[in-house]
């Protein structure tokens, strides 16, 4: 399969409004996920949305074992979610550090829900039923908007906490995600 380039902000692809898929364990379906691993871990990314590489389908993947960018993360399963539904169970919301590789170079403090349920399918039409909190919610919000058209910068409170990686965490390994 192939690494594409991923899009960045700015790009009016990234704001628009994803269509669900319609069609599941196809030949497409499955290239289009095969090019994304490809994509998340060429710019070893913690998740990649189909829109990032300019594909305007509801197809998200997410997934972090021990990663020297999040210590304080828990691991996240490596997921595909396709047609996803979020469903927060209650009214917490938690602000956390977030990054995206079509925002190459910075971090914002970002608010979330920090307990929800999601719900979609797998590449094979399988269901996908979860309850998570904390970092794995939060990706998993993070992916979704994008199927939305929404950035996380749209999110920002206060832009004070919006900047460049290595001004705001000096001594962290570089990396865009
Ligand atoms: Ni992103």
């Known amino acids: 399969m192939a690494i594409r380039p991923v899009l960045r902000m700015g790009d009016e692809r990234l704001l628009r409004v994803s269509r669900p898929v319609a069609h599941f364990d196809t030949p497409e379906l499955h290239a289009l996920i095969a090019d994304m691993e490809d994509t998340m871990q060429a710019m070893n990314g913690a998740g990649l949305a189909a829109p990032q590489i300019g594909v305007g389908l509801r197809v998200v993947m997410f997934g972090i074992v021990a990663n020297a960018r999040y210590p304080d993360a828990e691991p996240v399963p490596q997921t595909v979610l396709i047609n996803p539904l979020i469903t927060p169970l ?23 829900h920090r307990r929800l349920r999601y719900r979609g ?6 269901e996908i039923d979860r309850t998570v909190h904390g970092f794995h919610a939060r990706v998993v919000q993070h992916e979704c908007d994008h199927l939305d058209g929404i950035l996380y910068p749209m999110r920002i409170r ?16 570089a990396g865009d995600d």
């Open 121 to 126: 399918f797998d590449a094979y039409g399988k």
């Open 158 to 173: 206060d832009m004070r906490n919006f900047g460049f990686t290595e001004t705001l965490f000096p001594g962290e390994p």
């Open 90 to 112: 209650d009214a917490e919301i938690e602000d956390g550090w977030e990054g995206c590789l079509s925002v190459p170079g910075m971090r914002g403090l970002v608010p979330r």
